[in-house]
């Protein structure tokens, strides 16, 4: 047998940097002060994975609680062995390994599991995430800034509880981290709560997926999920929106495989045979030739995740949004199990609060949704009537009608130079304060139809419009600009429209710099002329 040690060499050489590249992108880019920092430290932490993964160290598993598993164990209180550690200089964080670890490490869209770790001193540090930064690799995120003083247990010996090290001191926590060697025992406890939550959901997920297949056809391909406590997301191909009715008819497939409790079976087998029983398999995952296949109801698939032990436990489960994220895929976001009843719990606190709003009695969903028609038809009737009074107010007399009961109005005024070195008749309108950017609009265009032989300027608050009929003789931009250089500058802020220029709370520019409002300079060309 000969072996090409050269192959071998550029393959392991890949690997690393396979290795590497993916916990740096896992990791995400940080920002502020701390970038530099971080950088740092994420790329020790990818040349230490690099390191571990050449000496083989892959620690056994032994977080599936299903009553079945071959390394089952419970997730509170396991005693384990430090295999690897880094720790960063301050002492602040470190990643280490651990064997057995019943921690599931980030991976097929689920998050990593949380928890606490008490040290040889009896020092309890949290476990922030885990991670999967090569294959076989489960590594633990460790911080001591929210490490806890009080610890549960002795890692090394049998006492319950009367073993307790308090450190109220930072420092004193990040020497504990930093003195931690290979071979030290620990006591590790996941967050039961945690793991339960993300198993829930995704379970859900399995469920969900085979429903879109069923309701949208066979082209629906998974394009990535997210697995977390609290909610899931889960992304596939398709190239059109999804109905309501559509949605309607998923969530109630997932809801009758819940509420039908079977069971969730795991099976470890061969590759090839788990794809002739139909699994499904991911392009975009490289696959060991025995894998482990995930059934429950109409779902099998190929997954390495955490389950339920039946589909019941994800019931209630209710999509709460579906929307597209790219061109040709679409994302449905989806809460299942407690989280799932607590949503709606929430939601029906919501509805009783618009209830009462609406003045309902009741609380039915037939009495409310009676006050809503009549609610958004009494609205309804009111905008109409608000176009039509706008509609009839803009088409008042020139003389004092606009501003009647407001504020003055100001009377037309001649004297502002055209870009010719003409004269033109300007007159300055101020509305009333309620009247609005309607009002605004509609007057404009009623005066340069009425008045068209005038430049007129409106003004509504900080709001300028100027507007020029044919027969004025210069657009309604020359006015303005003549105007505002008039009174010592030009505008600057927002204005929009040549012909008729609006200027949204713009100012004066004078010496390179933004100062007195356009409104204002208009008011005082006004009183001036």
Not at 355 to 379: F, I, M, P, Q, Y
Not at 472 to 491: D, K, N
Request: net charge negative.
């Amino acid at each position: 047998l000969q072996v090409d040690q050269e192959a071998v060499a550029a393959l392991m050489e890949e690997a690393r940097e396979c290795s590497r590249a993916a916990y740096l992108a896992s990791q995400g880019a940080d920002r502020g002060s701390d970038a530099s920092e971080s950088k740092r430290w994420n790329e020790r932490c990818a040349a230490a994975f690099e390191e571990w993964q050449m000496r083989g160290i892959s620690p056994l598993f032994c977080g599936d609680v299903r009553a079945e598993a071959p390394q089952r164990r419970s997730l509170d209180r396991v005693d384990s062995e430090v295999v690897a550690v880094l720790c960063e200089d301050g002492g602040r964080r470190a990643v280490m390994a651990i064997d057995p670890c019943p921690f599931y490490g980030a991976g097929g869209g689920q998050v990593g599991d949380q928890g606490t770790l008490v040290l040889p001193s009896g020092v309890e540090v949290v476990v922030e995430g885990t991670l999967r930064p090569y294959r076989g690799g489960i590594v633990l995120q460790v911080a001591t800034a929210s490490a806890s003083a009080p610890c549960h247990a002795n890692a090394c010996g049998t006492d319950d509880g009367d073993n307790r090290t308090e450190f109220a001191d930072t420092e004193a926590l990040a020497g504990e981290l930093v003195s931690l060697r290979t071979g030290a025992r620990i006591r590790a406890t996941v967050d039961s709560k945690q793991r339960a939550g993300a198993s829930v959901h995704h379970s859900a997920t399995h469920l969900l997926h085979a429903a879109l297949v069923r309701v949208l056809g066979d082209g629906v391909m998974q394009a990535g999920s997210q697995v977390q406590p609290d909610k899931l997301r889960f992304d596939f191909s398709l190239s059109r929106a999804v109905s309501e009715d559509e949605l309607a008819e998923v969530e109630r497939l997932v809801c009758e495989a819940a509420l039908a409790d079977v069971p969730v079976v795991v099976e470890e087998m061969a590759l090839a045979d788990a794809l002739c029983l139909g699994a499904k398999a991911f392009f975009e995952e490289k696959y060991d030739d025995r894998v482990r296949v995930v059934s429950m109801g109409p779902s099998r698939e190929l997954c390495g995740g955490t389950h339920v032990a039946s589909t019941g436990d994800i019931f209630p489960f209710k999509v709460v949004a579906e929307s597209s994220v790219a061109s040709g895929t679409r994302r449905v976001e989806a809460v299942a199990g407690k989280a799932a009843s607590v949503w709606l719990l929430q939601q029906q606190q919501r509805l009783r609060a618009v209830a009462r709003k609406l003045g309902c009695k009741g609380s039915s969903d037939g009495e409310v949704e009676r006050l809503l028609s009549k609610t958004l038809a009494a609205l309804a009737d009111a905008t109409q009537h608000s176009r039509e009074l706008v509609k009839l107010t803009s088409s008042l007399p020139v003389l004092g009608d606009v501003a009647e009961g407001e504020c003055a109005l100001s009377g037309g005024h001649e004297g502002a130079a055209g870009a010719e070195g003409r004269t033109v008749p300007v007159r300055v309108h101020v509305l009333p304060a309620a009247g609005g950017p309607a009002l605004l609009e509609g007057r404009a265009k009623y005066l340069k139809d009425a008045h068209p032989d005038v430049a007129h300027v409106l003004m509504w608050g900080q709001h300028v419009r100027s507007v020029t009929g044919q027969g004025c003789g210069s657009t309604a931009a020359e006015v303005m600009g003549s105007l505002l250089a008039a009174m010592g500058g030009s505008a600057t802020g927002k204005a929009t429209g040549k012909a008729s220029p609006c200027f949204d709370r713009g100012y004066i520019r004078q010496g390179g710099r933004a100062g007195e409002p356009v409104s204002s300079a208009v008011l005082r060309w006004a009183n001036v002329g």
